[in-house]
């Protein structure tokens, strides 16, 4: 499965922040940083763009705090804690939402990330 592919099908668990839909285009950025590779989630009903972001390198080593936060996590299927970091987007000003594997089961989820709590 191709990237965009793959991040189109992850997407799809949420809905948009404007129409509620879930139905997601996704595009490459050319814009890269060292850590991460970004690309553009437009919503295929309301057009409302939004951006996502895989890392390129080991959280553990980019954002500690980060991999603290995931490393806390429980998954929904197995209940085991640990998870790996996939991919995560900023849908709106409230929300970013960390798209993760389960460690232990390989079950995927979504959480919410606290972001305040790491300003
Ligand atoms: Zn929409
Ligand atoms: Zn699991």
Redesign the pocket.
Known sequence: MSETLNIQVRLSAIP?P??K?SQFSINPQTEKSYTENFYKAR?N??A?TFTVSTPTKPIRETDPDVDQWLGGLSCPSCQERGAELDLRCVPSVRDCIYFVTCKACRHPYHENAPMEAYE
């Open positions: 948009c404007i129409c839909q919503c009903n309301c409302y």
